[in-house]
């Protein structure tokens, strides 16, 4: 056997080989699993909205374009700013800079949510719960599914800010806000899904 | 509501005999009471050897992938044993005079918590064990890309699987089925916590499927030694590859159907409510949508198995590696494009049926392919039957049965005859008993050395083929031919005298296999006894042809003293050809282990809590454990000092060793492979 592999191997597993890369890959797939479930909540919405409006309400009878509108324009812009954020991470931007466009960021993200939460609270006082109806069901389900996802990437963002203070901008915890960035801009792809889907074609 | 939720006393195993005596309601303490005791009694062992410590240190916060693989192993035998020991009595009840002696409900439990436990407790942990131990030593890695997560996956299983163990003791388990269809598991049908059990045990283990996947995936892409291309890797590692893409995108749709499910019981959701505008054909397909490529998830790495072995036990190549891997990533995209033929006769429109029909029969072309591969690898050369071989050469005559009998359910005109009828049990038996199980024991006994140095008994181990292989034909064989004859499955009992010797012949075949599962512990115990004797320390006893041969056994925690150079698709037969008995070392460089951890442990028990408490209703305690569970993975992430070093000069000595070990290791012929002359390094093109 020759040595040629030797070289490779030598990179390939010296000291701490820098993982950045590969954990970046792992969170991928996991997105993409993830993107499944979404797909098959979107499907089911799309089947209940036909079929499923038992004795409730129909998508046209509930959904206004106001307030989602603003709403998707706060998590847009949000998907912008966290885009400045890791850029400038990328170019050496002070921590302060780093920090300040990511709480803008998660700041956009609350308003989305607090736009989302209000409007359910809307139709769930005036009697439209998901017990309502198949349609309701699907309605809850799937923009609550993805409220959720924007809550966890809040918690995240804001535990991963105190870990910025405590470690530093280390390359670990430059992964790691890499990691919700993406988490963050897949976010705004699916909700560019579920706006269209449920609000657009359902006030159409 | 309380805190305990809607536990209460008659939850208690025990309690239903007291209350209501009868030969059922006796069974089903009698089961829980194996559980508990069994619990007590490994206690009482580890106490008594002072076996606490190095269980904990070596085995539970363990974070090497060989190790994991074992446990995950030791998970699928201890399931297995319940799992033939609930079809014996299915058996049994069938042959006995109606209404036989188990209640219907208690027979709806058996046939639900058979199905569940064999395919996520027995195959899923199985094949993931196996992968776990062999793949990375395939691909010339140290250990799974994500060691951590790995070990979270394994936990989240056991968890799993605890829950199921569980329900014997508290509760009940789910009676619709391991597919648990609502209606009937919706609230107003199945009240009790039965589906919950269902649902949340499942919910742990394919999260940890999920994982594992991800995790395979990322090992395979990233971690392969320097110069292996993609068509380089061993047919197990594609198998595995496929597997992983398959395990990513299939399980989420189990866990999408089965927390609608959860939430239309707990919640009053309506997704699968008819009444309510809801679609309950929705969780046939998005079962399907899981459960289908999950057939191909059991049987691929089993396919790589086979693989693997026939090789080397013709002494010959793999016939056709190309054809073979293009087969194999046919079948995983083809997989997914078939799962509606699950429900051919419910009311979907014929030209839907046909189209699916043509599918799934499609599927046969490459797996044809793969049959003729092996069958090609054979040919001409000299064959060993060893146990592996022997499993592995059982399932291609066994498997092919099981194929036909596929296509003539893919027939949608035929399946509407044999839908629901004991011939569709007979036929996905027959897929998975060798598609999966002899697979995964041919790995068992051709891997086992590279784990703990030794070989396992050949002559129990081919007792344990032979009863296994018997058993098989005689336990499904007659349920062909009653099936044909219109016996539907699920009953609790016949009553139509043409059946019932079939079902005596379907007894005592289940008995058979019982005698093989048996066989098999008789087989590691004597092994385990003699193992001086079956000590092979230089490695490669079966002259293998995969690099984990190179390797001593068993294999270093480190795995390789210097990753091996790939200059071709076998390098370590070339080196045997070449006359080496070790491989040549590349370069000496400090690398870095996980330490070991008890976290991965402590996530997973506190995910069996939450989901116990999810059963129960118990929300405080849920809401406490699903927090908890964060917090524990929020504390390992300010763990920065997770790694420990073995230096160049470890890894040096270590290969040196293995060096020594080599040669004062005498030649020996292929002949005594299977005797004790065998203490590794068979050098057949020296003899």
Same mark, same amino acid.
Do not use: C, E, R
């Given at each position: 056997m020759s040595n040629t592999g030797a070289a490779h191997a030598a990179s390939h597993d010296h000291g701490h080989h820098d993982k950045t890369g590969t954990v970046i890959f792992g969170f991928w797939i996991f997105l993409m699993s993830d993107l499944i479930a979404f797909s098959l909540m979107i499907a089911n919405y799309a089947d209940a909205e036909w079929h499923g409006i038992a004795n409730g309400p129909s998508p046209h009878e509930l959904f206004s374009l106001g307030l989602p509108t603003i709403e998707t324009m706060a998590l847009l812009i949000s998907t912008f700013t966290f885009g400045i954020c890791t850029l400038g991470m990328k170019y050496g931007a002070s921590m302060k800079r780093t920090v300040g466009w990511l709480v803008v960021t998660l700041a956009l993200g609350a308003i989305f949510l607090g736009i989302e939460l209000y409007e359910f609270h809307e139709f769930w006082t005036e009697g439209?719960?998901?017990?309502?109806s198949g349609f309701l069901t699907a309605y809850y389900s799937l923009v609550g599914l993805h409220g959720l996802h924007v809550t966890s990437g809040i918690i995240w963002g804001i535990l991963l800010m105190v870990q910025m203070k405590t470690f530093g901008m280390n390359d670990l915890i430059k992964s790691r806000l890499v990691r919700l960035g993406l988490f963050w801009h897949m976010l705004d792809i699916v909700w560019i899904a579920l706006f269209t889907k449920v609000y657009l074609m359902g006030v159409l | 509501m309380s805190i305990l939720g809607s536990l209460d006393w008659n939850d208690i195993f025990i309690v239903p005999f007291f209350t209501d005596p009868s030969l059922s309601t006796g069974i089903a303490a009698g089961a829980g009471g194996i559980v508990v005791l069994g619990a007590l009694a490994v206690m009482v062992l580890l106490t008594v050897k002072g076996w606490w410590k190095p269980l904990w240190s070596n085995w539970i916060t363990t974070l090497d992938h060989k190790k994991i693989g074992v446990i995950y192993i030791v998970l699928a035998l201890i399931m297995l044993i319940r799992g033939v020991l609930e079809a014996v009595v299915m058996r049994a009840q069938q042959v006995s005079p109606a209404p036989g002696f188990l209640s219907v409900e208690h027979h709806a439990e058996l046939f639900s918590t058979h199905g569940t436990i064999m395919i996520f407790f027995v195959a899923m942990p199985f094949l993931t064990g196996v992968i776990n131990v062999v793949m990375p030593l395939q691909i010339g890695a140290r250990d799974m890309e994500f060691p951590f997560m790995n070990a979270v996956s394994l936990w989240l299983s056991i968890g799993g699987a605890a829950l199921v163990m569980a329900s014997l003791v508290v509760g009940h388990f789910e009676t619709g089925g391991w597919t648990a269809y609502p209606p009937y598991t919706g609230i107003k049908l199945s009240p009790n916590e039965g589906v919950d059990y269902w649902i949340w045990s499942l919910g742990l283990t394919s999260v940890g499927s999920t994982l594992s996947g991800i995790n395979f995936l990322v090992t395979i892409y990233k971690q392969r030694a320097p110069g292996m291309k993609l068509f380089d890797m061993s047919i197990f590692a594609w198998a595995t590859l496929c597997t992983a893409i398959l395990m990513i995108f299939a399980m989420m749709p189990l866990t999408v159907a089965s927390l609608m499910l959860a939430l239309d019981r707990q919640?009053? @959701?309506? @997704? +699968? =409510?008819a009444t309510q505008g809801g679609n309950m054909m929705n969780f046939a397909n998005m079962f399907w949508l899981f459960g289908h490529p999950e057939v191909y998830i059991l049987i691929l790495p089993a396919f790589g198995v086979f693989s693997e072995v026939i090789p080397t036990f013709s002494g010959k190549?793999?016939?056709g590696y190309t054809s073979l891997v293009w087969a194999t990533i046919a079948i995983a995209v083809l997989? +997914?494009?078939?799962?509606v033929h699950h429900f051919f006769t419910m009311g979907q429109t014929a030209h839907l049926n046909a189209i699916f029909g043509i599918a799934t029969m499609t599927i046969g072309v490459p797996t044809g392919v793969k049959v003729f591969n092996w069958m090609l690898t054979m040919w001409r050369g000299k064959l060993r039957f060893s146990t592996a071989m022997l499993f592995s050469t059982g399932f291609i005559f066994t498997f092919v049965i099981g194929g036909i009998t596929g296509v003539m359910l893919a027939n949608p005109t035929i399946d509407f005859a044999t839908h629901n009828s004991l011939f569709l049990v007979a036929h996905f038996h027959n897929m998975l008993i060798p598609g999966l199980l002899f697979g995964m024991f041919a790995a068992v006994n051709y891997w086992f050395p590279l784990c703990f140095g030794f070989r396992l008994d050949e002559k129990w181990g081919r007792r344990s083929f032979w009863l296994w292989m018997i058993g098989f034909y005689g336990a499904f064989m007659p349920l062909y031919a009653i099936g044909l004859m219109g016996a539907p499955r699920r009953m609790a009992f016949f009553t139509e005298p043409a059946y019932f010797p079939w079902l005596v012949i379907a007894m005592l075949g289940a008995l058979c296999v019982l005698a093989g599962l048996t066989a098999q512990i008789i087989q590691v115990w004597v092994s385990v006894k003699n193992r001086e004797s079956l000590?092979?320390?230089?490695? *490669?006893p079966w002259d293998g042809r995969g690099i984990e041969w190179s390797l001593g056994c068993p294999v270093p925690e480190y795995d390789f003293s210097t990753i091996p150079a790939m200059t071709s698709r076998e390098p370590w037969v070339d080196a045997k050809e070449a006359g080496k008995r070790v491989m040549d070392p590349t370069e000496f460089v400090d690398i870095h282990l996980p330490k070991p951890t008890g976290m991965p442990f402590l996530v997973g028990l506190v995910a069996t809590l939450f989901a116990f408490a999810m059963i129960f209703q118990m929300w405080l305690i849920a809401a406490v454990g699903f927090v908890a569970m964060w917090v524990l993975v929020l504390i390992r992430s300010? *763990? =920065?000092?997770w790694e420990e070093t073995v230096t160049a000069e470890e890894l040096r000595e270590g290969y040196e060793a293995h060096k020594r070990v080599v040669e004062s290791t005498p030649q020996i012929r292929l002949d005594d492979e299977f005797t004790t002359k065998n203490r590794g390094l068979i050098m057949e093109t020296q003899v």
């Open positions: 439209n719960t998901p017990q309502v | 919640a009053g @959701f309506h @997704f +699968f =409510t190549k793999i016939y997989s +997914f494009t078939v799962w000590m092979v320390p230089a490695g *490669d300010y *763990d =920065t000092d």
